[in-house]
């Protein structure tokens, strides 16, 4: 079992006062707070060794670069890749989806080639194949969902044809919480020798991850939403593919050799990683991993789901409330709304409470649409997430509704 009182005495902001009242953190999809660790590593970084990395050879430039590449064998570990040149550091999710968009696009997309993409993505794994096939001529293909939010996935067989180049999905939805059939589907995939890439925005930090069991091509990920700081993200590929990709962006940093005549490339990953790269938010998502690693992934996971029972028992006690999907295998993910009162006026009532959630559309509009609504209500949990903020969400919600009779 996790000690919930130590983990929340490792995150500073957590004894904030929001409007006078104990802060409820429960946008974490969106973004997650910092632990303690993470934040001393970057003050370590820039207070012992600020430098850029794979360039000095002096004291300094050597540390940074050990420490930096240190990163990259952890998230290798993290994810159970083969390899850590298979790990390129980017800025995030939407950068290492734009990169294989650009990058695997370019070369391996033609004219009248398809790609299928599911309805519950979201928009940085929608508008990037969208740009790329109105640029090719390429088309777009979209796998439905229920209305209980799982995948239609016995469509997947009649959506692949022989033009059929990559099928990018989600792994657990950034709104309805569902944990997608990815293995069935990069089994499906595979069979016609089509890659898959999946988007785990939201699942790495909820989820044992092992890259070599799922048999993904490629797997992307966002430092700050596992505890990391902004600006770097993950991508996984396999060896094959980054190979076989071109570089995305050109410059320093990613050649071998430059002449006027010709440049040639530097090895994998590196050709993927042009100019200086945030290096303090990298040391700082070698630090979030430790953090997790030392709670344990699969206890995270036990402490969410529990918050996740508990959430939907408390929320079932309310009237007048649509929860939208119940997917049987979900993650601490939960999108409502409250008859008759906006979810945006419902979001800026709790907020006066100090009860952080999120409202709109969360970058995922096609879901809106399948449900027929503007926007909903998200509450999403993180490791220290107490069942004491969930008692102050349902005591928020009776409010708001009070409000509005
Ligand atoms: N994919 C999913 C499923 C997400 O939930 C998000 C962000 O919420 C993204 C991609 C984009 O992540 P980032 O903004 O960190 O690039």
């Not at 209980?148 to 996935?153: E, K, S, Y």
Request: proline fraction near 3%; aromatic fraction near 8%; charged fraction near 20%.
């Amino acid at each position: 079992m996790i000690d919930i009182d130590k983990i929340r005495s490792d995150f500073p902001i957590l004894t904030q006062k929001i409007n006078g009242n104990n802060l409820v953190y429960l946008d974490n999809s969106a973004t997650t707070h910092k632990p303690q660790q993470v934040i001393d590593s970057i003050v370590d970084f820039y207070s012992s060794m600020n430098c850029n990395v794979h360039r000095g050879v002096h004291y300094l430039g050597e540390q940074a670069s050990i420490a930096y590449e240190s990163v990259r064998e952890k998230v290798k570990d993290f994810i159970k890749a083969k390899k850590s040149k298979e790990i390129v550091f980017t800025s995030g999710t939407t950068e290492s989806i734009n990169l294989i968009a650009n990058s695997f696009g370019r070369s391996f997309i033609n004219k009248g080639d398809e790609i299928i993409i599911t309805e519950m993505e979201h928009h940085s794994n929608i508008v990037p194949w969208q740009i790329l096939c109105e640029n090719k001529g390429a088309k777009l293909k979209i796998i439905p969902i229920n209305n209980n939010g799982t995948l239609m996935i016995d469509k997947l067989n009649s959506l692949i044809t022989d033009r059929t180049k990559l099928i990018s999905l989600t792994y657990v939805s950034n709104v309805l919480g569902t944990i997608t059939p990815v293995k069935d589907v990069i089994k499906t995939a595979h069979s016609k020798d089509i890659p898959v890439l999946i988007d785990a925005a939201q699942a790495v930090q909820h989820i044992p991850i092992d890259v070599q069991n799922l048999d993904c091509d490629f797997f992307v990920f966002s430092g700050h939403k596992i505890y990391a700081e902004t600006g770097v993200g993950v991508l996984y590929a396999k060896e094959k593919w980054l190979e076989a990709m071109p570089p995305h962006k050109y410059g320093g940093g990613m050649i071998s050799k430059v002449s006027f005549k010709k440049t040639s490339f530097a090895e994998v990953p590196f050709k993927f990683e042009a100019g200086t790269g945030n290096i303090s938010a990298v040391i700082s998502l070698g630090k979030a991993i430790e953090y997790l690693n030392d709670i344990g992934i699969k206890e995270i996971q036990k402490h969410e789901d529990e918050l996740m029972r508990y959430t939907f028992d408390k929320l079932s006690t309310l009237d007048g409330i649509t929860i939208y999907g119940n997917a049987p295998k979900r993650c601490g993910i939960i999108s409502f709304n409250l008859d008759n009162i906006h979810h945006y006026d419902a979001v800026m009532i709790l907020d006066k409470m100090g009860i952080a959630v999120r409202s709109g559309t969360h970058c995922a509009e096609p879901v809106m649409s399948h449900y027929g609504i503007n926007g909903s209500i998200r509450v999403s949990f993180a490791i220290y997430n107490s069942k004491e903020d969930i008692d102050g969400l349902i005591y928020g919600l009776k409010k708001v509704q009070e409000m509005h009779q």
